[in-house]
């Protein structure tokens, strides 16, 4: 079955620790985005990425930094300068710019840091 | 900047009933709207993409419109199931980030058999 997998579900972290967020995605789609839930919050954008070897940043990039190496994979740091980076956090992929491009999501990695 | 308002927050219903759940967005300039559910502790589901073009969407009991004069677009639910509970999102592609989307902050529905 085609999908997105992030990688793991649950992840703990000591304060002052950088952390990588994995996705994954065999849907051979071209954009991917990394997006923030905290609660009471809507979905915020942290980076997106339209093409191997390009990213954009969203609005919340600070703290966070991203790679596109590969088309399928789109992993997510979360560095010791973010300053609250205990959320849940969503990987998100779409076949790319047009009006019929739905956004497909994975199951979302709860990071906690203490 | 784009904003969405999602209203109401929360909604409680019997099982059976009909309802409509409401999102508003303040920039019209949109590519596609869509609707989306999650599950507690999941990612979200895609339900309905209406194009800028569009009016409205159907698949199964749920109908999503979209008036982007006004800003508007309603999700219709029809004959509420207790398997309905679950937070529905709506989001915009704005014309700025190219195919990504502002998102609301959720509507949460209880369905109660």
């Known amino acids: 079955d085609g999908g997105i997998t992030q990688s793991p579900k649950y992840l703990f972290r000591k304060e002052g620790q950088n952390v990588t967020l994995s996705c994954e995605q065999n849907?051979?789609?071209?954009?991917m985005y990394w997006y923030r839930q905290d609660p009471g919050q809507g979905l915020r954008l942290i980076y997106y990425?339209?093409?191997?070897?390009?990213?954009q940043k969203g609005d919340i990039a600070e703290g966070y930094s991203v790679s596109r190496e590969k088309k399928e994979s789109f992993p997510l740091t979360v560095t010791s300068a973010q300053k609250n980076p205990t959320a849940f956090y969503l990987c998100?992929?779409?076949?790319?710019?047009?009006?019929?491009?739905?956004?497909?999501f994975g199951n979302g990695t709860r990071l906690t840091v203490t | 900047k784009q904003e969405v308002t999602q209203i109401p927050a929360a909604l409680s219903v019997p099982e059976g009933e009909n309802l409509v759940l409401n999102c508003s967005f303040t920039?019209?300039?949109?590519?596609?709207l869509q609707w989306f559910r999650q599950d507690p502790g999941k990612g979200l589901t895609s339900l309905l993409l209406?194009?800028?073009?569009?009016r409205e969407q159907t698949s199964g009991r749920l109908n999503a419109s979209l008036d982007k004069s006004s800003g508007r677009s309603t999700l219709y639910i029809a004959a509420s199931q207790p398997g309905d509970s679950a937070t529905y999102l709506c989001?915009?592609?704005?014309?700025?980030?190219?195919?990504?989307?502002?998102f609301g902050k959720g509507t949460t529905l209880s369905v109660s058999s």
């Open positions: 998100a992929s779409s076949i790319g710019q047009g009006e019929n491009s739905p956004l497909h």
């Open positions: 849907l051979n789609h071209d954009a």
């Open positions: 990425s339209q093409i191997v070897n390009d990213f």
């Open positions: 920039d019209s300039a949109i590519y596609n």
């Open positions: 209406i194009q800028s073009s569009q």
């Open positions: 989001a915009v592609s704005h014309n700025q980030a190219g195919t990504a989307l502002i």
